[in-house]
């Protein structure tokens, strides 16, 4: 049995449930920088390996992931908890390991873990520390001195740790520089565990959930698999919904600049993925018109090395002409490349509330018709429920929704999608500036809320005073499913991108046809949720 000094473990929901498709596993997709954890700790002298718990199930129901890494006999294991509804997994995860291998030294890392850090320490004893904010050097440090059998872990930056039975929050010292984030490696699958079915089966299902259950069934949405690219660290607005923006980044991490790595170092890492056997690559990190000077740079190194892949580019901002052109330019096949214009409200007044680069209609219908001319496809991602908002919006987001589908023939996909609070929000934060009720506000309460079946999709964990005005909705649930009853009569996510009125009830025809379906097929495959 191969040894290790350090496991890394990303939990996935297990415990999800989105209608049409019964039971689910959600946040599937690792952070993109565990892999690159592991390669720090490597070319540091240290023996590291990602687990992710969701292929370990998908490989082999009975996997007893905590006897394999008794075996291994690691010294530690460093759970991510990155994402809010990883919460009760990732924790209990790292309860179970401790009952049963109570030697070893159990981290945890990533931005809810860096947010709740005192909270988790002070509540779960059998957490050892938490890393805040960036662990690059971290990690390492950790890893060494707990090799060394060192109790005195105060020399390591950016640690929560017991010092004496006392929780001890060590400086928040280190933040990684232009040179560290440049010598990210975000992709050396071979320090993954049965890498390939990641690669294979988790990379080829455009969302990031995944039906339990079936390996062949989650390969039928994509014909090749895509992975995310580490462009960027940090953020450069404060999109009031986001709990990765750039004032949660100062309170978490302590960084104050937002930085993009080299292009030739992202070209470095679509040469790997694409050696990996990925065909597509996502953008995530448009926040800025400011940022076209970047990536037009990136697209003429990527032009002038001959790669071609396909490529998803997502923005939080309006794409500028400028980048539109180069990225039709490097990425010339129609059928390969797409941009996605999200969180996208009728409102002019509730976007300029809530939007780090608010935009106007006239400037959003320009850029859809550039997009067009360029011939690039588009999804849109609209959002019902936002602070500011009320039931009047409903009707001027349908008629928003249906005069930008018929105008536009280059719209790929139109999705209407609720809002979950997230921790470090500015609504999170600030409740009262936005005039919500939130029944999400510590750790725990994230902790037990994602100990059920609660769906990122459906379930919102706040409310907004005032937004029917003549029904009592004094309760986060009734909220939640006048909510999500509106989204499913008049925004179906099964009825397409259909402007014909008697879609959106063929979409829920379709919609009970398939839970029914897949309740059946979850009953004869005895799904289940991981078992720690």
């Not at 990425?331 to 409200?345: A, G, Q």
């Not at 409740?431 to 919500?436: K, Y």
């Not at 907004?464 to 179906?492: A, H, M, P, S, V």
Request: glycine content about 6%; hydrophobic content about 35%; some cysteine.
């Amino acid at each position: 049995m191969e040894t290790f000094d350090c496991i890394l473990i990303h939990p996935p929901k297990m415990n999800n449930r989105y209608k049409p498709l019964g039971p689910t596993m959600y946040v599937k997709y690792m952070p993109i920088g565990l892999l690159a954890l592991a390669d720090n700790l490597d070319r540091n002298g240290h023996r590291a390996q990602v687990i992710h718990l969701g292929v370990e199930y998908v490989e082999d129901r009975k996997n007893d992931v905590i006897d394999y890494i008794k075996k291994t006999r690691s010294p530690v294991v460093g759970i991510s908890l990155h994402w809010h509804p990883q919460s009760y997994d990732a924790i209990e995860f790292a309860r179970a390991l401790k009952q049963r291998a109570p030697e070893i030294y159990v981290v945890l890392g990533g931005l809810s873990a860096s947010w709740f850090a005192g909270e988790i320490m002070e509540k779960f004893p059998f957490i050892n520390g938490v890393i805040r904010g960036d662990g690059e050097l971290p990690i390492v440090n950790l890893v060494a001195e707990i090799k060394k059998n060192n109790a005195d872990l105060s020399g390591i930056p950016n640690l929560v740790w017991r010092r004496n039975g006392l929780d001890t929050f060590n400086d928040l010292s280190y933040v990684a520089d232009q040179r560290d984030i440049d010598d990210l490696n975000c992709f050396r699958f071979e320090l993954m565990k049965n890498s390939r079915t990641y690669i294979d089966i988790f990379g080829r299902s455009a969302a990031n959930y995944m039906i339990l259950g079936s390996k062949k069934l989650n390969t039928m949405r994509r014909k090749t698999s895509s992975v995310v690219l580490p462009i960027a660290r940090g953020c450069s607005v404060n999109c009031t919904w986001c709990g990765g923006s750039q004032k949660a980044h100062w309170s978490i991490s302590g960084r104050r600049e937002y930085l993009f790595r080299s292009p030739d170092r992202i070209v470095d890492d679509i040469r790997s993925v694409m050696q990996s056997g990925f065909g597509f690559i996502h953008f995530v990190h448009y926040a800025d018109p400011e940022d076209t000077v970047y990536y037009v740079a990136l697209f003429k190194k990527i032009r002038e090395v001959g790669i071609r892949i396909g490529a998803f580019f997502e923005c939080s901002a309006l794409p500028t002409k400028e980048l539109i052109d180069s990225f039709s330019e490097t990425f010339s096949e129609t059928e390969n490349r797409t941009m996605c214009l999200s969180r996208i409200v009728p409102n002019e007044t509730v976007r300029k509330t809530h939007a780090g680069n608010p935009y106007t209609n006239d400037e959003l219908f320009a850029t859809l018709a550039y997009l067009r001319d360029k011939n690039v496809l588009t999804e849109l991602t609209f959002t019902i429920g936002m602070p500011g908002e009320n039931e009047d919006d409903v009707p001027k987001l349908v008629a928003f929704r249906k005069e930008i589908l018929q105008k536009f023939s280059n719209i790929k996909s139109s999705v209407v999608l609720t809002n979950q609070i997230e921790p470090g929000a500015a609504w999170l934060l600030n409740p009262d500036e936005f005039r919500i009720k939130t029944e999400l506000n510590t750790f725990s309460d994230f902790y037990t809320f994602n100990k059920t079946p609660n769906s990122y999709y459906t379930h919102l964990g706040y409310r907004i005073l005032g937004y029917f005005k003549n029904k009592k909705c004094d309760t986060f649930e009734t909220f939640r499913r006048r909510i999500q009853k509106i989204r499913c009569r008049r925004f179906c996510l099964m009825s397409g991108n259909s402007t014909w009125p008697g879609a959106n009830s063929v979409g829920r025809f379709k919609c009970q046809i398939m839970a029914v379906l897949w309740t059946i097929l979850g009953f004869l495959r005895k799904a289940r949720p991981l078992s720690h």
